[in-house]
């Protein structure tokens, strides 16, 4: 009979098995959170882990549970980047053929990757759960074994090594703040500490737009989110697992959900502050604690699950947090459209010590005198302080039409 539970037992069988395979990663500290949490705060980095992020870990703990007739019919997994490398890795380690299903939008970086560590890469819909759906069909017709990205026992088993770790590395540690998507990882954290350490609060994090967790656990089951939209896609899953559900039901504390505003910030700081590389997804938790960080008590783990990101989209997502922090601020200025007027506006900003980036001209305003012009300047400022400081000279000598910037972020 198939178990259906996870158990302390499954979760230190899966960390031998995992010994020598995945890699013993150093605990970051994080300075910068400390003074807002009033404590410390420490950062998993499985985004530095083998394949760029924790899905090693389930996967090759159930791909090397699987007979050898199971794994002569090969695997077959849905992913958008993260569980297709961790299985494409794990197989490929094995010796195992491995066919991964991915949606339409997986980055460029996370498909090549894929492809790298050996697996066929196939595209299928436009979310994972659709991937997934092909994947089901794939093993159906094929006989592959469907390697879930998050509800099967061994998949948790798998994740829970990382909750092993994180009390022989923080034993002192009060919270444990984890990304969570179809909740195979906060699951198997949740199980790993709690059978040793309940009195530890374990927190999962989710994407506002996303967050299938707090409607499944009002009603008591897993619920199916009609639409989602976050740049977080490793954990953008619209209905939780059936495995990882029950657990989280009985061992997880709360359920969190952040931003996209917030989830930029938190890629931008750990980019700056902790000179780590973290997609979206893998920068959920840490979006939490920047959000409310009095709400968690230390010693505070965070969990920083995964750094595949593509470039271009790490270059939006940046763009995005700096706006949010204040540190860009587009004014619209109107003037007289007479030589000279650009020179001292532009004059009035430099003495300001904020950095013009562009600048454009709008004549077609339908409320422009015939003598007027529009001047668009967009900047670079060092914070909301400096934008409310550029926003008051202005306005005092200027007639500002428009302003952008974000306060409340």
């Not at 158990?7 to 890699?23: H, K, N, P, Q």
């Not at 088993?157 to 022989?168: D, F, K, N, S």
């Not at 938190?266 to 960080?293: F, Y």
Request: aromatic residues 4%.
């Amino acid at each position: 009979m198939t178990p259906t539970t996870v158990t302390l037992d499954d979760i230190e069988a899966a960390a031998e098995r995992l010994s020598g395979v995945i890699r013993e990663l150093p605990i970051a500290g994080a300075r910068w959170l400390d003074d807002r949490v009033g404590g410390r705060v420490h950062l998993i980095t499985e985004n530095l882990q083998r394949a760029g992020s924790f899905k090693i870990r389930g996967a090759y703990n159930r791909i090397t549970l699987l007979s050898e007739e199971e794994r002569a019919r090969g695997v077959v997994a849905a992913s958008a980047g993260n569980h297709a490398q961790g299985v494409a890795l794990a197989a490929q380690i094995l010796g195992v053929r491995a066919t991964v299903f991915m949606p339409e939008g997986a980055t460029i970086p996370k498909v090549q990757a894929t492809r790298a560590y050996g697996a066929e890469v196939r595209f299928a819909g436009s979310t994972i759960d659709e991937a997934l759906a092909s994947a089901i069909a794939f093993g159906d017709e094929t006989g592959a074994v469907l390697i879930h990205p998050f509800d099967h026992v061994d998949i948790v088993a798998g994740q829970g090594t990382l909750g092993l770790e994180i009390l022989r590395k923080v034993p002192d540690v009060r919270t444990i703040v984890v990304c969570t998507g179809g909740g195979g990882l906060l699951a198997g954290i949740a199980m790993a500490v709690k059978s040793q350490r309940p009195d530890v609060r374990i927190v999962g994090v989710q994407a506002q737009d996303a967050a299938a967790y707090p409607a499944s656990l009002a009603a008591g089951h897993p619920v199916a989110l009609d639409r989602m939209a976050t740049m977080a896609d490793g954990i953008a899953v619209g209905r939780p697992g059936a495995v990882p559900f029950a657990i989280v039901q009985d061992y997880v504390d709360d359920i969190e959900t952040v931003s996209e505003v917030e989830i930029s910030r938190a890629v931008l700081l750990l980019l700056e502050r902790a000179k780590m590389l973290v997609e979206p997804a893998g920068a959920a938790a840490t979006a939490a604690v920047l959000a409310n960080p009095r709400s968690f008590e230390p010693p505070v783990a965070v969990v920083v699950s995964g750094g595949n990101v593509d470039s271009l989209l790490l270059l939006r997502i940046i763009r995005h947090g700096l706006a949010a922090a204040g540190r860009y601020l587009t004014v619209t200025v109107r003037v007289p459209d007479k030589p000279g007027s650009l020179a001292r506006l532009l004059a009035e900003v430099k003495d300001l010590q904020a950095n013009v980036l562009e600048v454009q001209h709008d004549r077609l305003d339908a409320g422009l005198g015939v003598d007027e012009v529009d001047i668009v300047v967009q900047m670079e400022t060092r914070g909301h302080e400096h934008c409310e400081e550029v926003l008051g000279v202005l306005s005092g000598r200027y007639r500002v039409v428009s302003q952008s910037i974000d306060r409340d972020a």
